[in-house]
């Protein structure tokens, strides 16, 4: 999410999604998140620490990861990279469903991965020179990787846990967008129970649950990464930033990203520079 859950919009001249990771530069962090759309990292130079459901995937040159719809993931990115991130809307995959609004593509095709990153890295190879017709060597491309995850990495076997799974976090979605727009505010287990209509309780196992975390946890991971943002591209006092982003003050804040983080905002902030 970012934290929370993650609005996808496609490209204006494209049915898809398709730039460069944001943590290309490293000293990244990107918390647990999740999303309706598919999404795809292809690594072409560096690597990256990729999470998904706690698991660790570490990715190098010429690795892919597909990230299924409302899987939950998160990515450490200590070292400069170059990482293509494509994000494509689940409903391109509504002939090939073996689950009500539901498809789940493989993460262990690595056989097919160099020849899918090749393709990644030529597609948006395409895009950025924008020479005549390049719309159309674009989208035959796309269409190439579409005909690879669904006839290489597409998972034919699903179980009903990862069907209702999958549901239970869509439900979870309208929540975190909510927290994503509104987690500079006061926002009590209590007062989102209240707005969504749910029992405090149901609502706190939802989130244990499905999401894997608690949801104080949530909200003060959603804070923090927002704030590890300002303090990376602002000179803001640290104090500000704390206020900025719903933490009660500048202690509480230090203390929350340590735990998270292992340094103090201030050191976060001269590592980002040197950088």
């Known amino acids: ?119 990644i890295g030529e597609m948006f190879a395409s895009y950025m020179e924008k020479r005549c017709g390049y719309e159309m060597k674009v989208k035959s491309q796309y269409f190439m990787l579409l005909y690879m995850m669904v006839t290489i990495y597409r998972e034919l076997e699903v179980n009903d846990e990862m069907v209702k799974r999958n549901k239970k976090l869509s439900k979870l979605s309208s929540i975190t967008t909510y927290i994503k727009e509104h987690y500079t505010e006061e926002l009590s287990l209590e007062t989102l129970s209240e707005i969504f209509g749910y029992a405090p309780a149901y609502l706190s196992r939802m989130f244990q649950k499905y999401a894997g975390i608690n949801y104080k946890s949530y909200l003060q991971d959603v804070r923090l990464e927002y704030a590890s943002k300002e303090l990376m591209n602002t000179e803001h006092p640290i104090g500000e930033i704390a206020l900025d982003n719903g933490f009660p003050n500048g202690r509480a804040f230090a203390k929350a990203f340590r735990k998270k983080y292992g340094m103090l905002p201030s050191e976060y902030r001269r590592e980002g520079a040197v950088l």
């Not at 010429?62 to 991130?85: K, L, M, Q, W, Y």
């Open 1 to 119: 999410m970012q934290f929370p859950h993650e609005l996808v919009m496609p490209n204006d001249d494209l049915p898809f999604k398709m730039f460069l990771f944001e943590g290309g530069d490293g000293n990244y962090y990107r918390d647990k998140h999740w999303h309706r759309s598919i999404e795809i990292f292809a690594v072409l130079e560096g690597g990256l620490q990729f999470f998904i459901n706690e698991v660790e995937h570490p990715l190098r040159e010429g690795d892919i990861i597909i990230v299924n719809s409302n899987e939950i993931h998160s990515i450490h990115s200590p070292v400069p990279n170059r990482t293509i991130v494509l994000q494509i809307p689940l409903k391109t995959f509504e002939d090939y469903f073996t689950g009500e609004q539901f498809v789940r593509f493989a993460h262990h095709s690595k056989e097919h991965d160099k020849e899918a990153a090749k393709l």
